[in-house]
């Protein structure tokens, strides 16, 4: 048995939740570790192997999203049965769709079409459903509130206020002696979430989307070039140099921690940020990421995870049991109260007591209808190598390497090969 699957049945071991029994089937899925998620999918499948009498074991996925698809993908190509149910980003069921189940007839209708249909869309792949929306996702600008006050400043709408802002409250901050305050974090790190970061500056520019609908390259213009040689701009400057390092994780860290004026970041920060020993605490507004100058618009990356099934799980009925216990609304209500994540059923939007949890959820539907789709879709099998050239590209312009202009127009010509490739 190779070592790294030796490894994976010792985690499984160690991981394994729910009463034993000898009669009981055990199933093991698969969670992502970023924040409190790892904590809440466990309580979760916990509870379901409570009401159902069996086992459930957890796998802790690696936190940034590309190294969590190379796991999932050298599982699945190798057909090992050790975990039933994946969480699937929603740019995966392209790439994942071979070796996922169809869920279409094993689910109700009427669970089905409880989901927002644009998220249902996305993880359907040639007229089968390859995984039940789970929570939905999209870009935030979170800021310090107590800050912006003291300084008599509105919470930006455009880049240029967010940066003139960074300016004057780094200096006036620094001059009380906390040298390790910056004004902007984000994910500069070179994986999937700085192609959501550059897809945001962009598109906020109008600049694309990367891709138009129809397959066609729109990586390379004057609006694109604009929006990265702005970003470069804020490193060494309103941001960390460290940022180019930055993941989600790292990000909440230097602002949670109050290092730090505006974070990019998606919603789950909310519910950490506002945690009981969080120095942030009761100081932490969020808002639409801003707009590409007067003539831009506000944008936010749409993102969101559902839950898919192992095509080569030896207990399928089980797995989709424990899908759609944690993809319902009783499920979903309880980590938007505890966590922050967005439910993908529209009416817990309008539940009082996920409101009151999540203020800022009455707000999302608007943030929502701005927010724009990695083109995922129009990429198919090619989207991970389509955004492995974006981020590529971005992080060399926002290290120095590289102007904007000579960046994007290599990595135009290259996604032109890839796809015309891919079309052979």
């Not at 959501?196 to 500056?201: G, T, V």
């Not at 049991?321 to 529209?346: H, K, M």
């Amino acid at each position: 048995m190779p070592r790294f699957f030796r490894r994976l049945l010792l985690v499984l071991l160690l991981c394994g939740v729910g009463g034993l029994s000898a009669q009981a089937a055990r199933i093991t899925i698969a969670c992502s570790a970023v924040g409190m998620e790892y904590r809440l999918c466990k309580e979760g499948a916990h509870a379901w192997a409570r009401k159902t009498g069996n086992t459930v074991a957890l796998v802790q996925s690696p936190n940034l999203t590309t190294d969590r698809l190379a796991l999932y993908v050298q599982m699945l190509a190798a057909q090992s049965s050790d975990v039933d149910v994946f969480q699937i980003d929603v740019i995966w069921p392209g790439i994942l769709a071979p070796y996922l189940l169809n869920l279409q007839p094993l689910v109700p209708t009427d669970e089905i079409t409880r989901h927002f249909p644009v998220l249902v869309d996305a993880n359907t792949v040639n007229g089968e459903l390859k995984a039940l929306p789970w929570y939905t996702d999209v870009g935030l600008l979170f800021y310090r509130s107590d800050l912006l006050k003291a300084y008599n400043r509105p919470v930006p709408q455009t880049w240029q206020e967010l940066q003139e802002t960074a300016q004057l409250v780094m200096k006036g901050e620094r001059a009380k002696g906390r040298r390790h305050f910056y004004g902007y974090v984000f994910q500069g790190k070179p994986y999937e979430g700085l192609t959501c970061n550059a897809l945001e500056w962009i598109d906020s520019f109008h600049g694309g989307r990367i891709l138009s609908d129809s397959g066609r390259v729109t990586f390379y213009n004057t609006s694109a070039v604009r929006a990265l040689d702005m970003a470069a701009g804020w490193v060494g400057t309103i941001a960390p140099r460290g940022v180019l390092t930055y993941g989600e994780e790292e990000s909440r860290g230097v602002f949670q921690a109050g290092h730090a004026l505006f974070m990019r970041n998606w919603p789950y920060a909310w519910a950490l940020a506002n945690s009981r020993h969080s120095p942030v605490r009761g100081k932490v507004g969020v808002a639409a990421l801003p707009a590409g100058g007067d003539d831009g618009h506000p944008t936010g990356t749409l993102g969101g995870w559902g839950l898919g099934v192992s095509r080569f799980s030896k207990h399928p009925e089980l797995a989709v049991s424990l899908v759609r216990y944690l993809t319902g609304p009783d499920e979903q209500r309880r980590r938007a109260i505890v966590g922050a994540y967005n439910p993908t059923i529209p009416a817990l939007y309008k539940d009082p007591a996920v409101l009151k949890a999540d203020p800022f959820f009455a707000e999302l539907p608007e943030i929502l209808r701005h927010s724009v789709a990695r083109p995922s879709a129009a990429a198919g099998r090619d989207y991970n190598r389509l955004s492995a050239t974006v981020w590529e590209a971005a992080h060399d312009v926002l290290a120095g390497r590289a102007k904007a202009k000579d960046a994007l127009s290599k990595a135009a010509q290259r996604l032109e090969r890839i796809l015309q490739r891919s079309q052979r």
